[in-house]
T-cell receptor, first 109, second 117 residues
Framework: GIQVEQSPPDLILQEGANSTLRCNFSDSVNNLQWFHQNPWGQLINLFYIPSGTKQNGRLSATTVATERYSLLYISSSQTTDSGVYFCAVERSSNYQLIWGAGTKLIIKP | GAVVSQHPSWVICKSGTSVKIECRSLDFQATTMFWYRQFPKQSLMLMATSNEGSKATYEQGVEKDKFLINHASLTLSTLTVTSAHPEDSSFYIC?????????????FGPGTRLTVL
């Protein structure tokens, strides 16, 4: 089956710093989503990005489907950005998401 | 974006009792919903796929008689943990796939934290 690898596993930054999170996947996929899980467990949709580049405020994402990776950029980090960021890809036939292990981001004030 | 609610947000029960968790899509119709389980500091583990009007499809290793799933309408799926035991304590999360404006995107409920004493 498809393997999804995220890096780095942990990231500690000062407020105001920029960061890049990476998601590699082992096979072609129909869809890819980035999520932020806040400290209360809620998963927040960040991007639905099977290919191309999207931006939403301080966050942007790029997926290069032909090279099987996606990047999530966070600029001017704030303490509220802390949490776990997950990448998940969708299988072609049954809409199930395959999840990476996540990147735990801690933003220090 | 689309909104998914989940109820209750937390529950504490005694060993041997059954617990029902509801998952609702509030502003869209979801023909497909998913149930996940998440252990501390781990990623999400898919338990089952729930399709409206048909039986759920369970992942390997998930006991279908223990985790009963019902998807009776396009906006509601329920997960019942039957005869719960302490090892069933976990964070349960549902998601719903929006086939409409957010084509193919999955949206998640806030989760239910189950503690079995």
């Amino acid at each position: 089956g498809i393997q999804v690898e995220q890096s780095p596993p942990d990231l500690i930054l000062q407020e105001g710093a920029n960061s890049t999170l990476r998601c590699n996947f082992s096979d072609s996929v129909n869809n890819l989503q980035w999520f932020h899980q806040n400290p209360w467990g809620q998963l927040i949709n960040l991007f639905y990005i099977p290919s191309g580049t999207k931006q939403n405020g301080r966050l942007s994402a790029t997926t290069v489907a032909t090279e099987r990776y996606s990047l999530l950029y966070i600029s001017s980090s704030q303490t509220t950005d802390s949490g776990v960021y997950f990448c998940a890809v969708e299988r072609s036939s049954n809409y199930q998401l395959i999840w990476g292990a996540g990147t735990k981001l801690i933003i220090k004030p | 974006g689309a909104v998914v609610s989940q109820h209750p947000s937390w529950v504490i029960c005694k060993s041997g009792t059954s617990v029902k968790i509801e998952c609702r899509s509030l502003d869209f119709q979801a023909t497909t919903m998913f149930w996940y389980r998440q252990f501390p500091k781990q990623s999400l583990m898919l338990m089952a796929t729930s399709n409206e009007g048909s039986k759920a499809t369970y992942e390997q290793g998930v006991e279908k008689d223990k985790f009963l799933i019902n998807h009776a309408s396009l906006t509601l799926s329920t997960l019942t943990v039957t005869s719960a035991h302490p090892e069933d304590s976990s964070f349960y999360i549902c998601s719903a796939r929006d086939p409409g404006p957010h084509y193919n995107e999955q949206f998640f409920g806030p989760g239910t934290r189950l503690t079995v004493l």
